[in-house]
């Protein structure tokens, strides 16, 4: 290990939801804390008295500040406002108190509210801001829920969000992608999400099955999966389809009955808790979002050894599957060429083989313990910076 401790605060609202990115944090603070001998604490604003979900190294120390923002949901509109901002009153007088008296080398801000703050709080210490969805879906509305109001809320809100982002040090988003739609910003820095889990095992691609995996919302556009699914399953009556993820199934399961899918080989399930395993029990792995922040999903799918597709939307796959090597991209949101994509897998068992078997090796460079060391490069450039 060696050379200088350094002293890092991540500031994040809460640890006690299952959430994406409550798994990233807890595995690179356990990483850095573990591997690197950083000194590591995370001040979280919500869930007090819940416990967190993912396991914490007990080297890494919790300060709850307790501001419980999550009231605010219950709030009537007019009292929100009002609570709201006696809210961020006392989160910035705590979290400046704590800050002055960590004195962190680094302060690594989850984007939250904090963000309005956080390059004010004479701490000593770096700030550093972590994004975890792409630009244009930061303040996304679901399809249907924008309006002028809002579109103009929208654009006043991402002013005021560059002007805070440009006085950090540094800036990080997960791809290169993304990185290049921060055109007024020069503290940019790209750095993928790691791989959530080891890999051990592969699939033997020997199941006819295809596999989805996300939440039942707009964003993961599984209308548009089934859609092309319903074109698959008539030319391919051996093969089925699971999906797997949290959310409402009411609106899936009625385009299934809307295309007269056949609903003994499509199947809605609900969250697992071994994905891995239903990884390692399907032979081809489809990506159907509309917009991503990322792509976690894929980055698994691979390293458990199965060829992908993925509509090329914004932001993620790109940077993630090579296409025609390990997995095919298809123009974003484009259905009948989704199913053409996935017709063309499962009638080629050989194609399917030599994609399965390039993810396996290209999907390493998102391992946990290459992602750790740039973000290790990142902190000690950063943090000896005058």
């Known amino acids: ?62 300060i709850n500040l307790d501001i419980n923002f999550e009231e605010l949901w219950t709030c009537s509109f007019v009292k929100k406002a009002f609570v709201y901002l006696k809210k961020q009153r006392i989160f910035r007088k705590k979290l400046s108190d704590e800050l002055m008296r960590i004195r962190p080398d680094m302060t690594i801000s989850l984007l939250r509210r904090e963000i309005n703050f956080i390059n004010d709080i004479q701490d000593g210490s770096k700030k550093i801001g972590e994004l975890h969805v792409n630009r244009a879906n930061y303040r996304n509305f679901e399809a249907g829920d924008s309006n002028a109001i809002k579109n103009l809320f929208a654009k006043y809100w991402m002013r005021n969000l560059v002007s805070h982002l440009k006085r950090l040090d540094r800036f990080v988003v997960l791809t290169e992608e993304d990185k290049a739609l921060w055109t007024e910003l020069d503290n940019v820095e790209f750095i993928p999400d790691p791989l959530a889990f080891e890999i051990d095992k592969v699939s033997p691609l020997t199941n006819k099955r295809v596999i989805a995996v996300g939440r039942y919302v707009y964003q993961k556009g599984f209308d548009l999966l089934l859609q092309a699914w319903a074109k698959v399953e008539k030319q391919h009556s051996d093969w089925e389809l699971a999906i797997y ?142």
């Open 245 to 386: 993820g949290m959310g409402d199934r009411t609106p899936y399961e009625q385009v299934v009955e809307e295309l007269h899918i056949d609903r003994n080989r499509c199947h809605l399930n609900g969250p697992t808790d071994d994905i891995k395993q239903e990884y390692l029990n399907s032979s081809l792995f489809v990506f159907s979002s509309r917009f991503e922040g990322f792509g976690m999903a894929l980055i698994e799918a691979m390293a458990c050894g199965l060829p992908v597709i993925s509509f090329d939307c914004p932001c993620g796959p790109k940077d993630i599957v090579r296409h025609q090597e390990d997995g095919l991209l298809v123009s974003s949101g484009d259905v009948v060429k989704l199913s053409d994509a996935i017709h063309q897998m499962l009638s080629n068992d050989a194609l399917r083989h030599r994609m399965a078997s390039k993810a396996i090796v290209n999907v390493r460079r998102f391992e946990l313990s290459e992602i750790a060391k740039r973000w290790k490069d990142l902190i000690e450039t950063t943090s000896n910076k005058n």
């Open 1 to 62: 290990m060696g050379g200088r401790i350094y002293k890092i605060v991540y500031c994040t609202p809460a640890l006690y939801m299952a959430g994406g990115v409550e798994r990233v944090l807890t595995l690179k603070a356990n990483y850095f804390a573990e591997h690197f001998g950083y000194d590591i604490t995370i001040i979280l604003t919500e869930g007090k008295d819940k416990p967190l979900f993912y396991p914490l190294s007990d080297k890494i120390k919790v």
